[in-house]
């Protein structure tokens, strides 16, 4: 059981079209102009150097899709070198193994543990993610491109279903945990940004974190009403113990009646942000 809820906690923290314009900077020249009473000698200017960059850029995780989700972000210009961005990231509920990265470490941390394998292929997660950052830009290149600093702040929204068992000296009591996990985190980044083509942007995630809080709601509809008053309280106690396992980071709480087992409560929302590319296209 504690597995379980531990693992549920891992998963869930393993990411319009505007119209194109483009900001210029304008270096103006003196104005030279002579006149005489016979002769009007019309101003003479200089050539004006312009710079310019594209404002708008949508882009597309490529490292989310080895954690089996999709993210998709938007990032606008607020300044030459300030902008806002703007995530979206969706993971569809599937079982823990699906993801590639979850796969390759239990194959290499994991491997014959009969009881983890099956824990993990039983458990389906998926997950809503919103994101919103602040970003500050170094270099002497307009717009979104060098090295930057992200500040930014993260919901998320964890469906979850965690099948497990309950063994008391009389009977195996089957329970399904399904619910929610929803929450919001704050965190900061550092990164970098390149325009490989005229229209073509390379985002690369160095490396990042982000700490918070979730809310957990996950209940286990199911007929206790055989359960002894002390098989009950076992039961709560073994859910509760998981506070003590993680340092008592979480705070849950569990409710056994003869309907079923209802744990509320909070846990911590902690997760790292890097090692990540995305593909951009700037307009």
Known sequence: MKILFTLTFFLSVLQSLAQTDTTYTDIASDTLQTSTSAVQVPALRDTTSTEFFRKNIIKVNLSSFFLYNNSLSYERSMTRKITFVAGYRYMPQTTGNSAYLVQKAIDRYGEGDEELEQDVNSTLVGNNTFTGEVRFYSGKHPGARGFYLSLYGRYMNVSASV??????????YPLTYEGK????????MIGAQWLIAKRVTLDWYILGGHYGKLKVNMPAVADLSTMTSEEKRGLKEDIESINGDLNDKTDLEATVTDEGVSVKGTAPFVGLRGFGFSLGIAF
Do not use: H, I, M, N
């Open 181 to 188: 996990l929803k929450g919001f985190a704050a965190g900061a």
């Open 163 to 172: 099948p497990s068992e309950y063994e008391t000296d009389t009977r195996v």
